[in-house]
C-alpha cells in the first residue's frame, strides 16, 4: 500500500539523544544514534521505501519527561519543538509533529502545547508516560489534580495525545530487580504506559474532556485483549470506581491504536473485533522497528483493502484533519 501515514516516528536532538543509548545493543548504538538524529536523508529515502507518504514525529523516550530540573525540561522541550519545527517547515508534505511538553510545569506544557499547535502547525503531542520532578526518584501521573486545567488547554485544542512508554522507575518497580530482560520493550513498558492509560480512563478525564482522545501504541498496549475482563470484574467488585462509563465506552470512544512494533496479524485481527478498524491507526516506531519490515507486513497482512486502506491512511486523515 501506497501513501501510508505513520505515527509513532522518533527523532532525537542532542540534549536528548544518550537517553536511547540503553535500549540499544552496543554493537548498533552508532547506527541507531545517527538514525535518530538524521531526519531529512535516509529517513526519508526508508519512508518512500516503505511506501509512506508522510510521517508525524516525536522526541525520543523518555524526552522531557526524564529530566527532574523543570527550567532544564522547559527549555529542552522548547528546543525540540523548534528544532522539528524547522524540519517540518522544509518537508511540510512528509513531516508532522507531535510536541514534546515539560509536563514538570502544567502550566508551562499547557502554554507550550498553544504555540506547538496555533504557532508551529503540530499534530498534537506525546508523553513519555510519566514525569520526574524535582530529582529522579519523585514521579506525577497526570490524572494528578494540577494537570485538569492542562488537560481543558488540550482538549479546547481539539488535537490528540499519544501516550508513549518508558520505563517504571526500578525503585518503584523491583518486581524487574535481576530479570532486565523484562524491561523496556519486552513487557515493562507495556504494563507502565497500560496502567496509566487505565489511571486517565478511570477518573474522569473523558468526562471532563469528551473531545479529548488519546492514542496508544503497539496494538494498545494490551488493553484491547483485558478490556472485557476489567469491565467484567469492576461490574462485580467496583472498589469505589469513580467513573461515568464502564472502561470499554471509554477505550473504545475516546481512544485510539496504532500498530507500532506490533506487526502480527492475529493481534491484529483480535484488536479489530474489540475496536473496529476504524480506531487503528498504522505506525512504525522507527528507527527501533524499519519501515520495510512493517510494510512488508501490514501491505500483506489478511485483512480487506478497505480496513487496510482505513488504518494505514484514512483514519489518520480524518483524525489529524489531514488533507
Given at each position: 500500500?501506497?501513501?501510508?501515514?505513520?505515527?509513532?516516528?522518533?527523532?532525537?536532538i542532542d540534549l536528548?539523544?544518550d537517553q536511547?543509548?540503553?535500549y540499544?545493543?552496543?554493537e548498533v548504538?552508532?547506527?541507531?544514534k545517527?538514525?535518530?538524529?538524521?531526519?531529512e536523508q535516509?529517513?526519508?529515502?526508508?519512508?518512500?521505501a516503505?511506501?509512506?507518504?508522510?510521517s508525524i514525529?516525536?522526541?525520543?523516550?523518555?524526552?522531557?519527561?526524564?529530566?527532574?530540573?523543570?527550567?532544564?525540561?522547559?527549555?529542552?522541550?522548547?528546543?525540540?519543538?523548534d528544532?522539528?519545527a524547522?524540519?517540518?517547515?522544509r518537508?511540510p508534505?512528509?513531516?508532522?509533529?507531535?510536541?514534546?511538553?515539560?509536563?514538570?510545569d502544567p502550566?508551562?506544557?499547557a502554554r507550550?502545547l498553544?504555540?506547538c499547535?496555533?504557532?508551529?502547525?503540530f499534530?498534537?503531542?506525546?508523553?513519555?508516560?510519566?514525569s520526574?520532578?524535582?530529582n529522579?526518584?519523585?514521579?506525577?501521573?497526570?490524572?494528578?489534580?494540577q494537570?485538569n486545567?492542562?488537560?481543558?488547554?488540550?482538549?479546547?485544542?481539539?488535537k490528540?495525545?499519544?501516550m508513549h512508554p518508558?520505563?517504571p522507575l526500578?525503585?518503584r518497580?523491583?518486581i524487574?530487580?535481576?530479570?532486565p530482560?523484562?524491561t523496556?520493550a519486552?513487557?515493562?513498558?507495556?504494563?507502565?504506559?497500560?496502567?496509566h492509560?487505565?489511571?486517565l480512563?478511570?477518573?474522569g478525564?473523558?468526562?471532563?474532556?469528551?473531545?479529548?482522545?488519546?492514542?496508544?501504541g503497539?496494538l494498545g498496549e494490551?488493553i484491547p485483549?483485558?478490556i472485557?475482563?476489567?469491565d467484567?470484574?469492576m461490574?462485580?467488585a467496583?472498589?469505589?470506581?469513580?467513573?461515568?462509563?464502564?472502561?470499554g465506552e471509554?477505550f473504545?470512544?475516546?481512544?485510539?491504536v496504532?500498530?507500532?512494533?506490533?506487526?502480527r496479524?492475529?493481534s491484529?485481527?483480535?484488536?479489530?473485533?474489540?475496536?473496529?478498524?476504524?480506531r487503528?491507526?498504522?505506525?512504525?516506531?522507527?528507527?527501533?522497528?524499519?519501515?520495510?519490515?512493517?510494510?512488508q507486513w501490514?501491505?500483506h497482512?489478511?485483512?480487506?483493502e478497505?480496513?487496510?486502506?482505513?488504518?494505514?491512511r484514512?483514519n489518520a486523515?480524518?483524525?489529524?484533519s489531514?488533507s
Amino acid at each position: 500500500m501506497k501513501n501510508k501515514i505513520a505515527l509513532e516516528e522518533h527523532f532525537a536532538i542532542d540534549l536528548t539523544i544518550d537517553q536511547s543509548k540503553i535500549y540499544s545493543l552496543p554493537e548498533v548504538w552508532a547506527r541507531l544514534k545517527a538514525n535518530l538524529l538524521d531526519i531529512e536523508q535516509q529517513r526519508l529515502e526508508r519512508m518512500d521505501a516503505g511506501g509512506t507518504a508522510f510521517s508525524i514525529l516525536s522526541l525520543n523516550s523518555p524526552g522531557t519527561q526524564g529530566i527532574p530540573n523543570v527550567k532544564e525540561a522547559v527549555d529542552v522541550a522548547r528546543r525540540a519543538n523548534d528544532v522539528l519545527a524547522e524540519h517540518v517547515t522544509r518537508h511540510p508534505t512528509k513531516l508532522g509533529g507531535f510536541a514534546a511538553l515539560p509536563m514538570q510545569d502544567p502550566e508551562a506544557a499547557a502554554r507550550e502545547l498553544e504555540r506547538c499547535i496555533k504557532k508551529l502547525g503540530f499534530h498534537g503531542f506525546m508523553v513519555n508516560g510519566f514525569s520526574q520532578v524535582g530529582n529522579a526518584e519523585t514521579v506525577v501521573y497526570y490524572d494528578a489534580p494540577q494537570f485538569n486545567d492542562f488537560w481543558s488547554t488540550a482538549n479546547a485544542l481539539g488535537k490528540p495525545f499519544y501516550m508513549h512508554p518508558r520505563d517504571p522507575l526500578p525503585s518503584r518497580e523491583p518486581i524487574y530487580d535481576g530479570f532486565p530482560w523484562l524491561t523496556a520493550a519486552t513487557w515493562a513498558f507495556t504494563m507502565e504506559t497500560s496502567i496509566h492509560a487505565l489511571r486517565l480512563m478511570s477518573t474522569g478525564l473523558f468526562d471532563r474532556n469528551p473531545k479529548l482522545q488519546m492514542i496508544l501504541g503497539h496494538l494498545g498496549e494490551c488493553i484491547p485483549f483485558n478490556i472485557w475482563r476489567i469491565d467484567n470484574i469492576m461490574q462485580k467488585a467496583p472498589r469505589g470506581y469513580p467513573g461515568k462509563r464502564t472502561m470499554g465506552e471509554y477505550f473504545r470512544e475516546n481512544v485510539y491504536v496504532t500498530t507500532s512494533g506490533n506487526f502480527r496479524t492475529p493481534s491484529l485481527l483480535s484488536t479489530m473485533l474489540e475496536l473496529s478498524s476504524d480506531r487503528i491507526l498504522y505506525a512504525v516506531d522507527y528507527p527501533f522497528e524499519s519501515f520495510e519490515e512493517a510494510a512488508q507486513w501490514f501491505d500483506h497482512c489478511e485483512i480487506s483493502e478497505n480496513d487496510r486502506k482505513k488504518i494505514g491512511r484514512e483514519n489518520a486523515q480524518q483524525l489529524f484533519s489531514l488533507s
